[in-house]
């Protein structure tokens, strides 16, 4: 079965800090990853995926095959990056959302 | 860019009533649109595919005579909840495909059923 685990629901740091939000999965064949970001009051909007294999807003994420994890990592984190993080795959266009984490980049 | 538009961004109902949502994609078409249900604090939980010119696809557990789905052009979908009771107040999401497994989702609904 397709699942995606986000074992964090909340992530608290302080400006600068490194950020690390964990996703793992599971799924049967070659998933691509994603993740999504929602800011407050804003709708869910794509941050980065696997396949692109770049930096979006300073954030970057590896899939790890061999312990089916896609961490979403920040060197330095920004306050305006507090928001809720969610991580997704895909399989035949759908999305499987994991339970999503919170980021709180405090000053 | 690529938009999704949702309407209305918030609705309250009477419990029996029906309530239609519709989802447009502005500057795009999508013959894949997707329903989202999102509870507080919770996840997105897909619960259907809409597709155009053809019936919607239900995952497990979703009721297709109370969720009805229409779509009925390359840039409408619509959702209709029928009967519509106080558990099923929610937040409504809807999403379009734009090809390259890449969804845009609209900024959804917020359903609150007396």
């Known amino acids: 079965a397709q699942r995606v685990t986000q074992p964090e629901k909340l992530l608290s740091v302080f400006k600068g800090a490194p950020v690390e939000l964990k996703c793992n999965y599971s799924?049967?064949?070659?998933?691509?990853l994603f993740w999504y970001v929602q800011y407050s009051r804003q709708r869910l909007q794509l941050l980065l995926r696997?396949?692109s294999r770049e930096s979006i807003k300073g954030f970057t994420a590896d899939l790890n095959k061999g312990e089916t994890s896609f961490h979403l990592k920040k060197p330095f984190a920004q306050e305006e990056d507090s928001a809720m993080y969610y991580c997704?795959?895909?399989?035949?266009?759908?999305?499987?959302f994991g339970t999503g984490t919170r980021l709180l980049v405090s000053p | 860019g690529a938009v999704v538009s949702q309407h209305p961004s918030r609705v309250i109902c009477k419990s029996g009533t029906s309530v239609k949502i519709e989802c447009r994609s502005l500057?795009?078409?999508?013959?894949?649109m997707f329903w989202y249900r999102q509870f507080p604090k919770q996840s997105l939980m897909l619960m259907a595919t809409s597709n155009e010119g053809s019936k919607a696809t239900y995952e497990q557990g979703v009721e297709k005579d109370k969720f009805l789905i229409n779509h009925a052009s390359l840039t409408l979908s619509t959702l209709t909840v029928t009967s519509a009771h106080p558990e099923d107040s929610s937040f409504y999401i809807c999403s379009a495909y734009k090809g390259v497994e890449t969804q845009y989702f609209g900024p959804g609904t917020r359903l609150l059923v007396l």
């Open positions: 500057d795009f078409q999508a013959t894949t």
């Open positions: 696997h396949i």
């Open positions: 799924y049967s064949g070659s998933p691509e």
């Open positions: 997704a795959l895909t399989g035949f266009q759908k999305l499987v």
